[in-house]
């Protein structure tokens, strides 16, 4: 007995996978998952994670807040709450959501374990296998693996440095639905888009939001990185505009922390019985403790200026980044310039396969994450994404340089340059 328990700990045992549900042999390892162990060495320039840099956060503002919750509310911040989420922190939700344009009621928030919860939430009430999922080429990889583990078929629509191309999203209606398959959803992230960088501008979010709202598809508006523009506000928000065909998703992740695990579901009236339930069935409630720390720190702390101290560090990263790949980047790659958010998009040429090139970037002391990570289908292998959010601008330039290097040689040896 007891060896087989130690074998059952050890992962030997072969016949483990054959006692799996299905579904669990759709459940893999992101890519950037099996990076993290390497990246995070010390010695290693990571731009590989989209961790947030939390160097920014006054702890002591922070501590202040935990402290005088407990002290003063303790017993209902450790207790069990609704399903739904906490009636004042969805209030105050309602004014965050007020800065991108948007008048919600809180009654149709509901509030999540970090905005992942509500990609599976929204996932298991719409996909049924083989239903089709839009989303943009390329997309944030933590949704491509939701999306997959309910078997959806993920199909991507092109992107240009303006984000989802509308007609290129009429071309990928029209073409699925000759095939007969339903679309479930369009998932897209508008603002300083995850791998990309790149925001969708007002007249194009129009134009989708059209465009949907007449092939009655619901969108998917994921937006963590809105309020992290630095060089201007982002457009409103595409929920402001439609609320009756948007679902939207908003995080506390980046514009306070992702510790917290915080993040909302704005759905259209019709849908929010269903989230609500299957949110219950999953959690039973969103931890109190954490939504009424991030309520004290909106309700008593200047939230909007810690914001704009966020934007102003991620500013000089993304600088630092933006001029290092100019400096050290070969000819022949090109790369986005995101006006916010944590990440820039690299194009090589097609020759060059960057999940094979890892090996030699991290000989050189560098990771980054491979393209192919962002598409469900084996596309992007030319590509990778770089984030400036977590190193010093100094690592980020010695990074920088070191891959373009890596890059550069590789070009050489292949007779591209
Ligand atoms: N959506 C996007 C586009 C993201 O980049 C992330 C985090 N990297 C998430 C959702 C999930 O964020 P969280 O669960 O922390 O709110």
């Known amino acids: 007995m007891s060896n087989e328990i130690t074998r059952f700990r050890t992962g030997e045992d072969q016949q483990l996978p054959q006692r799996f549900a299905h579904r669990?042999?759709?459940?893999?390892?992101?890519?950037?998952?099996?990076?993290?162990?390497?990246?995070?060495?010390?010695?290693?320039?990571?731009?590989?994670?989209g961790m947030p840099n939390l160097s920014a956060l006054p702890m002591e503002m922070m501590a202040d807040v935990v402290e005088k919750l407990i002290k003063e509310?303790?017993?209902?911040?450790?207790?069990?709450?609704?399903?739904?989420?906490?009636?004042?922190?969805?209030?105050?939700?309602?004014?965050?959501?007020?800065?991108?344009?948007?008048?919600?009621?809180?009654?149709?928030i509901?509030?999540?374990?970090?905005?992942?919860?509500?990609?599976?939430?929204?996932?298991?009430?719409?996909?049924?296998?083989?239903?089709?999922?839009?989303?943009?080429?390329?997309?944030?990889?933590?949704?491509?693996?939701?999306?997959?583990?309910?078997?959806?078929?993920?199909?991507?629509?092109?992107?240009?440095?303006?984000?989802?191309?509308?007609?290129?999203?009429?071309?990928?209606?029209?073409?699925?639905?000759?095939?007969?398959?339903?679309?479930?959803f369009l998932y897209l992230i508008p603002n300083y888009q995850n791998p990309a960088g790149v925001l969708l501008p007002a007249d194009r979010r129009t134009e989708i939001?059209?465009?949907?709202?007449?092939?009655?598809?619901?969108?998917?508006?994921?937006?963590?990185?809105?309020?992290l523009g630095f060089d201007k506000p982002s457009p409103n928000a595409m929920r402001a505009q439609d609320s009756e065909n948007v679902i939207y998703l908003g995080s506390f992740s980046k514009t306070i922390a992702p510790g917290f695990r915080v993040g909302w579901a704005l759905v259209p009236q019709s849908l929010k019985e269903k989230l609500v339930i299957a949110a219950e069935s999953s959690i039973l409630c969103p931890s109190n403790f954490t939504q009424l720390s991030i309520s004290g720190y909106l309700a008593d702390q200047p939230w909007r200026d810690q914001i704009a101290s966020f934007c102003k560090l991620y500013k000089v990263r993304r600088d630092a980044m933006l001029e290092s790949l100019e400096a050290h980047f070969p000819e022949g790659a090109s790369w986005t310039k995101p006006g916010g958010g944590f990440y820039v998009w690299v194009t090589l040429p097609p020759e060059i396969d960057t999940t094979a090139l890892m090996p030699k970037a991290i000989v050189a002391k560098v990771a980054y994450v491979p393209g192919t990570a962002f598409y469900a289908d084996g596309f992007g292998s030319w590509s990778m994404?770089?984030?400036?959010?977590?190193?010093?601008?100094?690592?980020?330039?010695?990074?920088?340089?070191a891959l373009g290097g890596v890059i550069r040689t590789e070009m050489e040896n292949r007779a591209i340059i």
């Open 24 to 49: 669990a042999e759709l459940m893999h390892a992101s890519e950037i998952r099996a990076l993290f162990a390497v990246a995070s060495r010390p010695e290693i320039v990571s731009l590989a994670g």
């Open 73 to 108: 509310n303790g017993a209902e911040a450790l207790q069990y709450g609704s399903g739904q989420g906490h009636p004042k922190l969805r209030e105050q939700i309602c004014d965050v959501m007020a800065l991108e344009g948007i008048r919600a009621h809180p009654d149709d």
């Open 110 to 184: 509901i509030v999540t374990t970090g905005s992942q919860q509500a990609l599976d939430l929204i996932s298991r009430i719409f996909i049924n296998p083989g239903d089709v999922v839009l989303v943009e080429a390329p997309s944030y990889v933590g949704a491509l693996g939701t999306f997959k583990q309910y078997e959806a078929n993920v199909v991507h629509v092109e992107m240009d440095e303006n984000g989802l191309v509308p007609d290129a999203l009429r071309a990928a209606i029209k073409a699925v639905r000759e095939t007969g398959q339903e679309i479930k």
């Open 209 to 227: 939001l059209e465009i949907c709202a007449s092939e009655k598809i619901f969108i998917v508006e994921d937006n963590p990185y809105g309020l």
């Open 385 to 401: 994404r770089l984030s400036y959010c977590h190193p010093t601008p100094e690592r980020i330039r010695e990074g920088v340089k």
